[in-house]
């Protein structure tokens, strides 16, 4: 392996890269676009969802109860009209979540100590929503009357992550997620303009080796995926003040070893393809879509069948992911996420065997 | 000037039944795509795993513990003697929740006092983190009602909680509709994007502007296909969310009428990619990532109403947004044009302009 | 030692999926030899060629390169060779600089080294001064030399180049060939793949290739002796009716036109054309060129031409057809379009010639109506073209360079398509597509998608499709690029044909010597017409009694640019 000719290549990688605007706009914009995309707009908190109240009692205690839900942050007063149907057709046309009813002679019964009912639905369209709300909704209804309080008080601890900010948990999955998202698309996507544009059959017919070529294209996209990585983990970090419990630096370490088999993943595809088109197509469905759904990402992977948590598991994205959320919010140390690593770093070094079996010298 | 359209239109579907790649799209996001995310991503948090500290060890507290995992929410994980115990499962991700029940539990509530109960949930683990406080609440709140009411509060609050439209609270039929709905969005960006692009590229586009044709029949005519196969498609898609056991509850002929009008506003986005892109490649580079915020900014995953207020109000010109809202309205709850009558206004009016706009750029590219 | 073959290639073969796209070549290459390929556009030229750098595995038959296999030692062959392919192999977003310097690098040029051949090898291509440019924003003739220098950075004892001059205009076409001298005189050999059969007469030896199989192998010499007595020369002052009794002649392969009272004809037998006597000054039997031994050579076994029945001419219009004044075509500050005057009668059939960045195509694309004039104003049939286009386009039929056809359709598709895109009404749709496969000679369609068709067929398809509605006017850009002659002749008579008939025909062509086919010749530079008229007119002109096209081509350029220089 001569170090003159991979330099070369990975140096003339480098310059058309930088003179290709396409391509830092996807290396550098995209990841920030997706970063910011996600970390503002999804949110699985569930907090201030409109509820419309019909007090037909209109009691001090029917008021209380009203305020029990009002105070307790799941819910926000949406409307308190007096008609019950005003409120289905609310749920109906999707302005209101959650509908609460409190029928004429609540007071009365509850002071005679009369089973009291009181309904709440909920719309199911968004089951995660439905189910917590439904969960709330029921406790607090069981909590009421609260002259006496609860007997049983549950001192509820939330650890990692004690305001159970969902963005403090998006954001560790978004390093996983972006990094295999555009690493090996332009990796497998530089590789096949070149055999498109012909360009490949001047390195072909060379003294360069199969080894200065995939460690010539290895050595820019991995540099471009890690400065990927580094902004990506600063943008979360710094500009989002998703706190870091654990150590930085084994983020980055484990994040490199990540990266490496990002690109490796590109390769792999490109050795598959002969034109840009199928290399998009191929590694959006072998990258994207499985990092972006089957990851553990906003999915949890423990609720799919069986099938799909095999499917799952034959992807890298998942590891990192649990070793970055363990790092990142649980303050895990090599100790507790070494066996990410060590699938990851096998994973690596086979993707990379096949691509360099795979790769030939050749036309055809 | 029909004889030309009537050229043209043949064309274009002949071309699209015969790329494979098309056809592959086609098939693959009304059919497989959608029953592999509905059935994988179904989201049902169920059988959490518990971890229990017994300090107390008597009738009651056990029977808090049965409460706790008989259901389906929770199953119990192990015993476990003290919490340092617990902190390394619970790091290493073993663990989703833990429950402490101190020492003299039973005696306290016996007596009528107070009992804490120490819980702590995983939070790293936002799906569930959530739910298993939630959960943990409403359990114990219930619990608590039934066995500790005195004679005077025997009976309390009867909550009767009905879940409307998706009873069972799981993720499938939302999902099988907002991959219904993305599936139309993709395919209205992607096929007239592809088909006009495929002339710039081929060449054949300045072969095209040396005949008669016109600028709007070559328009209608690359438009045509998408509308007709994505409309078309509605009718085994119906099929397939039936045996998904998606509710039809509204009316099939409000569903085709607005999914020509979302279609419409997609169609527009793909001429605006083909305006600025000159191979397919290109094309669908930029018709995937730039769909991409829309994709996921249109309550398909989140809500809305959990998305700060100035994204909220930015999803207002989603037409993917609007369409979700009217899709499972129609579906799943029965809604019609009475109910939904805003949001389709806000479609038409919303693909009514982004056509227009297509329409100029298409015409002056030409 | 020094008579080992450079190249020994025996009963080489490739196949694709089913298909045999090399069948069966052999030859061998010496030290300091120039081996020509030679064939039309698919014929597997670049096929055979990467199996000789090594880069493509041969399905069958055995191959030596440098003394290496190229199956077993693929690496060797690799390293040692030069290898230039097809169209543009630099990477265009890097300097001429960078791109010499990426090919040194890896090809193991020696630093110390670098510095001179460099010096000497831009230089010789005359690029010293464009280092810092992208290649990019060179023209054609410079990235392909520069191309060539990349290739001879590392001084290879073999190089293997695959059309060297295709998109090279005549000028740098030259300055390309004497570097390759110059390579040669150092003692390398070369083997090249060309479809221009000219080149092939600058070789030691040639090789003839048709449809993946070899033809005819030799010296020029050699090739030519094979087609003695087969290729004659008739002097006549009445060469249409001549060339009417060589179409009849079912012994008669093909014939072209030359300077206005000669033409020469392509026999399949070695015997004179049986043709009257009255108005031919003279038939001599001349040494055949390598164009006629390729045609002589594929004419065997190919079914004679029929004659192509013409049909009543249309209504024909007085006065011209085409007929612009003044038209002038500015992009910003750089006039592509430079008061060009001229018209066109109908049934007449003017070539224009100029090289690349004359202004013909635009030209063209303006008398289309794909560009409005910035001055000046051009009619076809009476119809203005910047304010009446709809009326000329229903008029004119045009045929691209790239003979845009729909590859995913059929023929019968693309043929019903255009027609309807023309406004031919339903009812006559199936008659007219008869009409025009029979107008264009396409003898059975076939039901594949046009994109497998070969070149020749997909030319004739695209005539087709440009005349299914009867245009007044045809525009034909470039139609014979990369076609073999023989197919290239065949088309020249339909073009005849429906001159005939009363079409007006403008064509651009690379191939001079097709000029001689026109009525009248358009000559082009810089954007003006510099001359018109018909090719013994123009030769008068220069004063010159006998001469070719190319030599009228270049006489008048010659002329102009002295102008130039003198204003």
Redesign the interface.
Known sequence: MKLRRMLAFSRKEVLEISRDPFTVAVAIFMPLVMLFLFAYAISLDVENAPLVVVDQDKSAASRDLQARFLNSGYFMLKAAPDDARVAEHALMRGETRAALFIPNGFARRLSRGEPTPVQLIVDGTYATTASILSAYGRAILYAFPGELRLPIQPEVRVWYNPQLRSRDFIVPGLFAVILMAFPPLLTALAVAREKELGTIAQIYASPMTKGEFIAGKLLPYAVIAFLELLIVVGGGLLWFSVPIRGSLLLLIVVGLLYVVCTVSIGLLVSTLVRTQLAAMLVALIVTLMPAFLFSGFVYPIFTMPVAFQSYASAFPTRYFLEASRGIVLRGAGLKEIWAYIAIIAAYTVVVFALAAWRFRKRIA | MWGRIAGLTVKEFTQVLRDPIILFLVVYLYSAELVICTLALGFDVQNLKLGVIDHDRTEVSRTVIQELTGGDNFVLAAQFADMRQVEDHLQRGALDAVVEIPPGFARRIAAGRRADLGVVVDGSNGNVAARARAYVIEILARFAQERTGAPRHVHGVRPALRVWYNPDLTNTRFMALTMLAEAGLMLGVVLPAAAIVREKQGGTIEQLRVTPIRAHELFLAKIMPTIVICTGAVFPVLLILTLLGVPMRGSIGTLLVLTVVFLMSAVSIGVFVATITNTLQQAMLVSFFGLFPLLFLSGTIAPIETMPGWLQAATQASPLRHYVDIVSGLFLKGAGIGELWLHAVVLIAISAAMFAGGWFLFKRQW | MLSDPIVEAEGLGRR?GGRAVVQDVSFRVGRGEVFGVVGPDGAGKTTLL?ML?????PSEGHCRVLGEDVRRR??LV??R???M???????D??TVA?NI???A????VPKAALAERRTQLLAMAGLERFQDRREGALSGGMRKKLALC?NLIHEPPLL?LDEPSLGVDPLSRRELWKILEAARAAGRSIVFATSYMDEADASDRVLLLRDGRPLAMGTPAELRASARGRVYRIETAEPAAIERELASDPEVISFQRRSGNEIRAQLRTARPPAISGKAIASIAAVEPSMEDVFTVGSADGAPPMSAPQIASPMQQMEGPVVLTEGVTRRFGAFTAVDKVSLSIRAGEVLGLLGPNGAGKTTLIRIL???LTPTEGRAEIAGFDVAHQS?AV??R?G?M?Q?F??????TAH?NL???????????SELESRIGWAVARAGLEQIDER?VGGLSGAVRQRLALACAIVHRPQVLFLDEPTSGVDPLSRFRFWRLIAALASEGVSIVVTTHHLEEATFCDRLGLMMDGRLIAIGALGALMADLGLSTASVEDVFLGFIARERLRDKST
Do not use: M, N, W
């Open positions: 694709y990467q750098a090594a880069i493509l595995t693929a690496g690799q390293a060779v030069g290898y392919s097809q169209g543009f192999s630099l990477y977003r890097l960078e310097s990426f090919a690098d890896i090809r193991d990349a293997i289309c109506g794909l709809e386009r229903t004119i045009y691209s790239k845009s056809l729909y590859p995913d359709l598709e019903g398509f255009f027609g309807r895109a023309y406004g031919v009404a339903r998608p």
